[in-house]
């Protein structure tokens, strides 16, 4: 893995543990994250229409269609992950949600034939990763009970780990269609920026058609507004994401981009401790433990 690549991702996760803790503190409703999102679109648009306009123009319809599936997807994540930290605590469902799309992408590569270009120190690392996680929930050793992940919580949290797996997987395949256009003359970060704003603005139509649920409308309606926070939040999903799809351009198999970004997990568990207030347990330690040594091995692979 290349040392830019490495560089793109450490950034995008301390930035994404960042909005995440941001959104639990504020709100963690879809009516914010929606919010969010139209912020990061509106925001990041003007600067694509002005940059990016031969690119806009030349993109196929098999790329917009991508970019509506990208934005449910996007949706979907965004729907559990408010869901999920409405019932939990940020440093148990943090380290689900990032790294249960590992697994996935996993099974996802084998169904595409790309697994070849996943080592199998990088897989030994997914799986550490993945395993790790599961002792984050815990407070002593002894709650090893699979009530203790049969919740909602846990289970809007698999929805969101699988939306991400989703989108990652389907952003990987737009992004690499945009690069082979033979009209675009853009930098890999240009592509990653126009991107992630029209990313964010086909996700803002589809939480905004989800807002028209009963349930998600009145929590919308008892929203405090939450400017400062949502457009920051806003701003560094956009941020967040953009250095993603940067790194996917040097990476071999999207694979190894989403095991990196697990190093935000450490991050959001800390943040978590330190600024919410939650509970240091062993089996909390002893799981970030695992998960940064996957994360080496996957860095090595």
Known sequence: MS????????????AHASWNLAGKKASPTLGYFCLASWWGFLLGLPAVLLLAWPLLS???????????????????????????????ELSALYPLIRSSPLILLLIGSLWLGTAERISTQA??????IVGGCFFLPMQRFSDWQWRNYL???????????TATAGYSLVDDIATRAIRELPE????????????????AGTASVWTSLAMLLPGERAQFKALPIAWHSSLFTGVMMLVTYA????????ASDVSYVVALRQ???????????????????GPKLLGVSIV??????????
Do not use: D, K
Not at 243 to 250: E, R
């Open 184 to 199: 675009h003359n853009m930098s890999h970060a240009g592509i990653a920026l126009v991107y992630v704003v029209l990313q």
């Open 3 to 14: 040392g830019l690549t490495l560089l793109l991702v450490l950034l995008s996760a301390l």
């Open 58 to 88: 030349a993109l196929t319809a098999p790329i917009w269609g991508w970019l509506v599936l990208t934005g449910l997807c996007q949706c979907l994540y965004l729907w559990g992950l408010a869901n999920a930290y409405q019932r939990g």
């Open 263 to 281: 190093v935000s997990i450490p991050i959001g568990v800390g943040l978590g401790i330190a600024l919410l207030g939650e509970r240091m347990s």
């Open 292 to 301: 940064v040594s996957g994360l080496v091995l996957v860095v090595l692979g």
């Open 151 to 161: 919740n909602q919580a846990t289970l809007f949290a698999l929805l969101a780990a």
């Open 243 to 250: 250095l993603v799809v940067w790194a996917m351009a040097y």
């Open 123 to 128: 897989v030994v690392g997914i799986v550490l």
